[in-house]
């Protein structure tokens, strides 16, 4: 069974977003590192970007396939988390906590009431 | 691959399913990519042993007082050389001596020889090898692939599984040398052949002995430290050994000279489809080369397809690409001008549109630990 911490936002991406931060953390679930498996690189935003919910915003690559990551809300990419560039291994081992990838000051906080919260998103991946 | 066409199942597919593989399409086939993680797959394998569904390959038997002569004909390599129990790697060209296929060739008696080729080439080597076939030769030719099943099993504990499975140690085949054994079911072949830069087996059987042999199989992998591994982990084993895949480093437009493959064809034996355009080629100097290239910095792995660069100009793209998971780097293979081929030649691979360094490399890109 895959994590799916309570406090937390989700896109059907499975992008996660914690809306009680500001700004805000966005990752990707424990569902996604383990469908991935062995993430090797993480592309990041451009810091400075303005960007719409539901926009691509970056790529993670497994030694597999390259994602796109996409935006859960609108705003600013803020932040970015320098420690995946030296060990993107990060992302499966802790996604929820050290594997962040970005932080968005959001422009629209309606937005990510809009998102699934814990339980839909449970549902959703089944 | 059309969307219509529905993907064909090895005899394992619900094997695979039940132990959790996830599955996807390869060459028209519904194939295990991995099972717990390509990474983990793929370090079983240089570490211990894993087992690999190589059921998709294709299997032709060519028999008869004129098969050795025919076959060399149609083949680039010398088969002549071969004593029966030997197997050779060879290639099957068109007469412009582009690659049709890559394949191992095992003479299994005088007059009798096993050909391994690849799945998504099945249906054209066959056409290609039977429209030489004149009513002179003495030559039968036979598709077992639909009824047979195979196995890889590789390893630097490939050893120990084939002891336990088969209770002696007889029946582990040397390097390019195949064992066949008559069984209730049909024959099995024990090729001394794999896909992976270690050492290992391919074991070729009837398809209605497939599964029982793979839960043995995948038991004694296990009881060695090792794993049943996907395709995934397949394509970087290979990759970081250099090898081509058709397909992807081999096509019908680029002869074997310009993929390295060189030692594999040999123009001094009798003609055979494709020496022609081979020794002109050879005479005019060759347009390109593959090479393997490294990057050099913390980049996305190259992909195939992705646009590569020499002194600021687009001149291919990349054939085969991955990160390495011994490396911890990404590597592949591209077709290169001569002028960017040597060893250390700086290229840049694009990725989204920005472009990544990397350096012309020896082949293998991995080499085993001395110990």
Redesign the interface.
């Given at each position: 069974m895959s994590n799916v911490p309570d406090n937390l936002r989700y896109r059907d991406s499975h992008e996660w977003i914690d809306p009680m931060q500001d700004p805000a953390p966005v990752g990707i679930t424990d569902h996604a590192q383990a469908e991935l498996t062995d993430v090797v690189f993480v592309d990041p935003p451009k810091l400075g970007t303005q960007v719409s919910a539901g926009q691509q915003v970056c790529v993670i690559e497994s030694v597999k396939a390259a994602s796109d990551i996409y935006a859960p809300v609108s705003g600013e990419i803020v932040t970015i988390n320098e420690a995946l560039s030296s060990d993107p291994g990060l992302l499966n081992r802790d996604p929820y906590l050290g594997g962040w990838i970005f932080k968005i000051k959001t422009s629209n906080a309606a937005q990510a009431d809009a998102l699934m919260n814990a339980e839909a998103y449970r549902k959703h991946i089944g | 691959m059309s969307d219509t066409t529905p993907l064909r199942r090895t005899p394992l597919h619900a094997v695979h399913v039940e132990m959790g593989a996830r599955m996807v399409p390869f060459a028209g086939w519904d194939m295990p990519?991995?099972y717990?993680?390509?990474?983990?797959e793929h370090k079983a394998v240089r570490q211990s042993v894993g087992v690999f569904d190589i059921s998709h390959m294709g299997q032709f038997i060519v028999s008869g007082k004129g098969a050795e002569a025919f076959l060399n004909r149609v083949l680039t390599n010398n088969i002549t050389k071969l004593q029966p129990g030997q197997g050779q790697y060879t290639l099957l060209l068109n007469s412009k001596g582009g690659v049709i296929d890559d394949l191992i060739a095992y003479r299994t008696s005088e007059r009798e020889f096993f050909l391994v080729v690849n799945a998504s080439r099945i249906d054209a080597d066959w056409a290609h090898i039977e429209s030489q076939l004149t009513k002179d030769d003495d030559v039968m030719m036979a598709n077992a692939s639909d009824f047979t099943a195979g196995l890889a099993i590789q390893g630097p504990k490939a050893r120990e599984v084939a002891a336990k499975i088969f209770g002696n140690s007889d029946s582990f085949p040397e390097h390019n040398t195949i064992l066949v054994t008559m069984t209730e079911n049909g024959p099995m072949w024990l090729c001394g052949t794999g896909y992976t830069g270690e050492d290992g087996f391919e074991f070729f059987m009837p398809a209605e002995s497939a599964e029982a042999w793979f839960r043995k199989i995948v038991d004694a992998v296990k009881a060695e430290g090792g794993v049943p591994c996907g395709l995934?982990a397949r394509d970087?084993l290979r990759l970081e050994m250099g090898y081509p895949l058709n397909g992807n480093d081999l096509s019908e437009d680029r002869s074997p000279l310009q993929a390295g493959l060189g030692f594999f064809v040999d123009l001094n034996k009798d003609n055979f489809t494709g020496r022609d355009a081979l020794v002109a080629q050879k005479n005019a100097g060759l347009p390109d080369k593959l090479v393997a290239f490294r990057m050099t910095g913390?980049?996305?792995?190259p992909?195939p397809h992705y646009p590569v660069a020499h002194a600021n100009q687009i001149i291919g793209e990349v054939c085969s690409g991955?990160?390495s998971?011994s490396l911890g780097a990404g590597i592949g293979m591209t077709y290169v001008p001569l002028s960017a081929a040597g060893i250390g030649t700086t290229l840049e691979i694009e990725i989204?549109g920005r472009r990544f360094p990397a350096e012309v490399v020896k082949k293998p890109f991995y080499r085993k630990p001395s110990v």
């Open positions: - | 990519v991995q717990t993680g390509i990474v983990e995934g970087t913390a980049a996305p792995p992909r991955t990160q998971p989204r």
